[in-house]
């Protein structure tokens, strides 16, 4: 396992040290990822419908998918986040082996598998596919995050030598492509992601690498993105994805407080996707369309809390929107009323 993966996974050995707490102050957060990706969109369309209920849920900006899964098993008042597939898929092949990667995992449960996500890598016209990605400049993400881990092992699933592998986030790594400071850059994300509808992107300087590496589709599903999904690509183009699931912890209501009400929080948010997939498909980002709800990834379970909120007599405690002060009085309209009334008393 690389180094930097398992120094980042031996904060889990404190095993959810803080959800031992008095729930004082109980909130609901979702992890999600940076400002201009889907996860974020995602995690907002969720709360959208816990708003409805009358349930809070904070949607809170991340690194993306590591992050999100160290979130769900150790950060207090996270009950969800959004996680790769190929990042679970990687910590269970090192599960059996690694302690610390044992610790990682316990408790950790699938919520909902969602969408695919497409692999993105938008290089300079002069590399035609990834293996002419060998002795360039590729920007493969914040460490820690999921583009990160995805590139990581796609590269080196290929053995390309890139010159450099930097750890820029997309964000960052776009001006840094059209400037020329580097050649390519990865970027995991739903398409369309906002962030290729930057009108700088040039089609005759610029493209979407095809990503048809056979040893890449063990791990990876075949994927298309339409033509003209993005004003500089024309022609559709053949990649590969990874799942976005959404995760939770596997809380004990018997447990203390905290476990009872995030448990709770769980199951009411389960029901509340279940019953809200219409609208969801409807209103909420263009991905909801295409989730799967039945494509579990082998080898992960389903929460029990999960499982309990998807029952079909199961209720989401709802409360009713805190009522609306009524507006305070006009002054200006009642000095004008007044004027009004004595204007008419005089002859």
Request: hydrophobic share 45%.
């Amino acid at each position: 396992m690389p180094t930097k993966l398992v120094t980042f996974l031996s904060a889990l050995g404190l095993a959810l040290v803080a959800t031992t707490a008095a729930a004082d102050s109980f909130e609901r957060n979702i992890m999600t990822g940076g400002p201009s990706g889907t996860y974020i969109r995602i995690g907002r369309d969720i709360a959208a419908l816990g708003a409805e209920c009358g349930l809070g849920l904070n949607v809170v900006e991340s690194a993306g998918s590591l992050e999100n899964f160290v979130g769900v098993r150790n950060r207090r008042n996270t009950q969800f986040g959004i996680v790769q597939s190929d990042v679970l898929e990687y910590l269970k092949t090192f599960e059996a082996n690694d302690p610390e990667v044992q610790q990682a995992v316990r408790g950790v449960r699938i919520m909902f598998p969602l969408y695919n996500e497409e692999v993105h890598v938008l290089a300079r016209s002069g590399v035609a596919d990834l293996k002419g990605l060998a002795g360039q400049k590729i920007a493969i993400g914040k460490a820690d995050s999921g583009t990160y881990l995805t590139a990581t092992l796609m590269l080196d699933i290929l053995q390309i030598k890139a010159a450099e592998r930097l750890t820029f986030n997309p964000d960052e790594a776009l001006p840094k492509l059209l400037s020329g400071e580097i050649d390519a850059f990865f970027y995991v994300a739903g398409a369309p992601a906002p962030l290729f509808a930057n009108a700088q992107i040039d089609g005759t300087k610029f493209h979407l690498l095809p990503i048809k590496d056979a040893p890449l589709l063990a791990t990876y599903t075949a994927a298309t993105v339409p033509a003209a999904t993005y004003s500089f690509q024309q022609e559709p183009v053949d990649l590969v994805a990874v799942k976005a699931l959404l995760m939770t912890y596997d809380y004990d209501p018997k447990k203390n407080a905290y476990h009872r009400e995030s448990c709770r929080s769980v199951s009411d948010f389960s029901s509340l996707i279940l019953n809200g997939m219409p609208a969801l498909e409807a209103k909420g980002h263009p991905k909801w369309k295409s989730v799967d709800l039945t494509a579990l990834p082998p080898g992960w379970q389903v929460g029990t809390c999960v499982k309990a909120g998807m029952a079909l007599d199961y209720k989401p405690a709802c409360t009713a929107p805190a009522a609306q002060p009524a507006p305070a009085p006009d002054a200006n309209e009642e000095y004008l009323n007044l004027l009004k009334q004595r204007l008419k008393k005089q002859p």
